[in-house]
């Protein structure tokens, strides 16, 4: 018999959806107020980002839920980064040195749609079209509008876990009542979202098993498989100057920029005119907010209270890993939710931000440095040095993406590393002039103990 426990969830995409899980599966009477439409019985909104990379973090909280088995059957594996440099030559770099180093493409709302299903066969409730307007942190009391007929009501919301994603209205409630200083650095480049169709009989046009980048230095499009045969393509673009979305507007201009910078991508997206005018072009940033929990009254989650750029695939993933290390904190702190939102926040502020910074560094590395031949060198020497030194030389990609290692441990560890790789080949430009000997001691000597996963 489900004990008389209720807790509000506000959101129910990705993070909320899964949070739902793990809260009914405790036996608490979980509520998610949702703004938007019920994706399973409507299409998400044209523009909005539908190919995501699932990787080992977001992986064990699904398989901690017995779920993935289910997931798998949505997920495409990409083994590397497929290049398309200049003049239409191809160069495939691995994710990781083990077959088993891929990460995975996935639907946005085929994810949704399936973790959804799972909170309501758990117990949870699901409200729709229910716009969160403004939260009394006092009474734990929340405003919500019908975004349909209108209607206002109050609800007393306490416990209140906010998963609404990087405009969180909770946490815009905080900084309007709670004098809090949010951040939000807003990249000067957007995004716009285009499609490469399948080929005919549902063949994929391109590789299938990759994740195709078109890197040019300031700006890169990229394409990611899907289980229909298409392709979801993304260009990353500066806002302003030359090249830019605002130096597009006219189909002249952006046909030429396709002409000059992706040949071979323009050949394949037939419908780049309409969909690129037609879909709106996305902002991207950093949330910094100081204070994620008020009491045992609120707490702020995934986006809402950590939201990153996109570029090492993680804001999925990092807010899979948040719903896995708040159901921990309640494992140890029962239902006294000002000890478990204070220890979540302890002991996930310090990988928010440096997965935040990780973010930032790795758009770099996708649209430049990846054309490097020094970049490759050094990916190559990391390898190696992993298979030297086992559990105590990884490389920083994989401590993120395969390896449950603290995101701020992998940082601090990826720094050291860096600078042992910068060190080794400042004089050389292939493997076998790596003097592999003074390799080995200085990652004894830097690195110390092998890594214990978290």
């Keep these: 018999m489900r004990a008389n426990k209720g807790i509000t969830i506000i959101g129910a995409g990705l993070a909320g959806s899964l949070l739902a899980i793990f809260l009914a599966r ?30 080992h973090r977001g992986i064990r909280p699904l398989k901690a839920l017995g779920l993935f088995e289910e997931v798998r059957k949505l997920l495409i594996p990409m083994r590397g980064r497929l290049l398309h440099v200049e003049h239409g030559r191809l160069e495939l770099v691995r994710y990781g040195r083990t077959p088993a180093e891929i990460i995975h493409s996935i639907s946005r709302p085929g994810l949704n749609r399936l973790l959804m299903d799972a909170a309501e066969a758990a117990g949870a409730r699901l409200l729709f079209g229910q716009r969160c307007d403004d939260v009394d942190f006092h009474s734990g009391a929340v405003l919500f509008t019908d975004e349909a007929t209108g209607r206002r009501q109050v609800v007393n919301a306490a416990p209140l876990i906010a998963a609404d994603g990087g405009g969180s ?126 009491r045992d009254r609120t707490l702020l989650l995934g986006d809402a209270a950590h939201a990153i750029v996109p570029f090492h695939g993680q804001g999925m993933n990092c807010a899979f890993e948040d719903c896995l290390i708040l159901d921990g904190c309640i494992a140890e702190y029962g239902d006294d939710w000002e000890k478990v939102f204070a220890e979540f926040t302890r002991l996930r502020r310090p990988d928010a931000e440096a997965i ?42 994989s401590m993120v993406m395969f390896h449950h290692l603290p995101y701020a441990e992998a940082r601090r560890r990826g720094l050291i590393q860096q600078a042992i790789l910068d060190e080794l080949t400042a004089h050389a430009d292939a493997i076998g002039q790596v003097n592999l000997l003074h390799a080995d001691e200085l990652i004894r000597r830097k690195l110390g103990d092998t890594v214990g996963e978290a």
Excluded at 270 to 281: A, D, G, S, V
Excluded at 358 to 386: I, S, T
């Design 356 to 397: 935040a910074e990780m973010a930032l560094e790795n758009y770099a590395e996708m649209r430049d440095a990846v054309r490097d031949p020094k970049f490759q060198l050094q990916k190559q020497l990391g390898f190696l040095l992993e298979e030297r030194h086992p559990g105590r030389f990884i490389p920083r990609y």
């Design 26 to 55: 405790r036996d608490f009477d979980v509520s998610v107020y949702e703004r938007r439409p019920d994706l399973r019985r409507q299409d998400l909104p044209a523009g909005r980002s539908i190919n995501l990379a699932l990787a």
């Design 169 to 294: 209205a909770v946490r815009q409630a905080m900084v309007k009542h709670l004098d809090i200083q949010v951040t939000e650095d807003i990249l000067p480049h957007g995004y716009k979202e285009l499609s490469i169709p399948a080929a005919a009989g549902g063949r994929h046009q391109l590789e299938r098993e990759a994740l195709h980048i078109w890197p040019r230095g300031g700006y890169m499009l990229i394409a990611l498989p899907n289980l229909d045969g298409s392709f979801t393509a993304t260009l990353f673009l500066a806002n302003r100057g030359a090249p830019s979305f605002a130096a597009l507007q006219e189909p002249e201009a952006l046909l030429a920029f396709f002409q000059k910078e992706f040949p071979d991508a323009l050949s394949l997206i037939p419908n780049l005119q309409e969909e690129f005018y037609r879909h709106p072009t996305g902002m991207m940033g950093t949330v910094h907010c100081p204070q994620w929990h008020v």
